[in-house]
Structure formats: C-alpha cells, structure tokens
C-alpha cells in the first residue's frame, strides 16, 4: 500500500510539467470558471510526446482557452515548426498572455483570436497535426473544414469524445453537446478515408490518420 491513487502514481512516474505550465494550472483553477476545460498534466505530456514522435511541422489547435496544450505541444517541436492555435472567446486574451510569452516556445505559436469555421479557411497552410478541442456542438464541421488542409498520413486529435460516459446514453433534447460528439463520433466511424482509434485518456482522446 502506498498511500497514492493510480492517477498520482502515474504522474509521478511521468514527467513533470514544469513551472510555467503548474503556475497556468492552479491560476486556471482557482481563478477561472471552467478550469477542467483544459488538458491537464497527463494530456499535455502525452500532447508533447506525439509531437516528439510526429515531428509535425504544422499544427492546428481549435480551442486554445488558457493555452495550456499549446504550451505542452510547442515543447515537443523542433525548431521553425508552428502551432496555429485558434480560440473565440477573447475574454481569455490577458489570461492566455501572462504565460505565453514567458515560454522559451513562444516563437513556435501563432494565436488568432475568432471563430475557427471563419479563420480556418483564411490558414494558407497544410498541417501535419490537428488537435480539435472547441465547441462539442460543431465538431463535425470541424472536421469536413480540416481534412483538406491536411497532409496524407497526419493525425486529427478530437477532444472530449467520451464526453464523462454521456455517450452511452440517449442525449436530452436540449442537450446539444452530447448530440454533437455523438454525430461526430458516428461520422467518424463510417469514414473510409481514415482510420481512427479512441483512446480512454482522460475525457477520450480520439486519434484519426489520414490514409
Ligand atoms: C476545451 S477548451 C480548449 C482547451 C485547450 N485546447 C487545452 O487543451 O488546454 C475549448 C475552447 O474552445 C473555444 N471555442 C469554442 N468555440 C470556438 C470556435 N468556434 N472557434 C474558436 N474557439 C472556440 C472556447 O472559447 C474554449 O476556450
């Protein structure tokens, strides 16, 4: 018996997330409304670690809230590589700005501030990574508006895809995030132009290569 859950005992076999990013997650939690919108810990190392692996040169981000998975993806990347991260709610800007300039990854983020089905058609870019993480309702249109932009042989991360089990049950009718995820999720299986695993991380992690 050591006294820790699983969960600890696997962060404390991972590696830390540093000083910046646990400074951005406890101001997030004690400061902001909806703290566990963002990656975490486990999920911003295993973030970085597809980008060490991956080697992408091009990423896009839809969903940037506090910039957590930012921070964590632009430390996996080699140099003259760039993250496009795109987010709606410029409330978040004086947030996002107290820890991302003070990154020694800085260089490699672009931030745009807008809704991403208005600025992703803008992006003269091809990407070797996308991580969808944004409205649950418009996850689908997410996608059809990406896949061009991405390169044979990228991976699309989507976010959330379990959605905390609701997936399992028939959503309420008012509730359109469920019925959101679950059309994506459907749409995703009969897609023959990729292929797709869902990981159980977190909130389920779902990976899709481009064939
Ligand atoms: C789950 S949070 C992103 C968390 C972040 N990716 C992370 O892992 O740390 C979702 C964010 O998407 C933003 N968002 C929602 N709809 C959007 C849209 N259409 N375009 C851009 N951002 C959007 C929200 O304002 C919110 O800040």
Redesign the pocket.
């Known amino acids: 018996m050591t006294g820790i859950t699983l969960d600890e005992y696997i962060l404390s076999y991972s590696d830390e997330e540093g000083v910046l990013l646990s400074a951005l997650n406890r101001d997030a939690n004690v400061n902001l409304l909806r703290p566990r919108?963002?990656?975490g810990h486990l999920q911003g190392r295993i973030l970085k670690m597809f980008c060490r692996m991956l080697r992408p040169r091009r990423i896009l981000?839809?969903?940037?809230?506090?910039g957590?998975?930012t921070l964590c993806m632009a430390e996996g990347l080699e140099e003259g590589a760039l993250i496009h991260t795109?987010?709606?709610?410029d409330e978040?800007e004086d947030f996002i700005m107290k820890y991302l300039p003070r990154s020694p990854h800085k260089e490699k983020i672009k931030l745009h501030f807008g809704?991403?089905?208005e600025i992703i058609p803008t992006l003269d870019e091809t990407f070797d990574l996308v991580?969808i993480?944004?409205?649950k309702r418009?996850y689908a249109e997410y996608f059809d508006l990406v896949f061009p932009l991405v390169r044979q042989g990228g991976l699309i991360l989507a976010?959330n895809t379990l959605w905390d089990g609701k997936v399992l049950e028939k959503p309420h009718p008012s509730d359109k995030q469920t019925a959101g995820i679950l059309s994506f999720n459907d749409k995703i299986k009969e897609d023959t132009r990729i292929e797709k695993v869902i990981l159980p991380l977190r909130d389920g992690l779902t990976m899709i290569w481009k064939k």
Request: no cysteine.
């Open positions: 919108m963002l990656s981000e839809i969903g940037t809230y506090t957590y998975a795109l987010e709606i709610n978040m809704d991403a089905l991580f993480d944004a409205d418009l976010d």
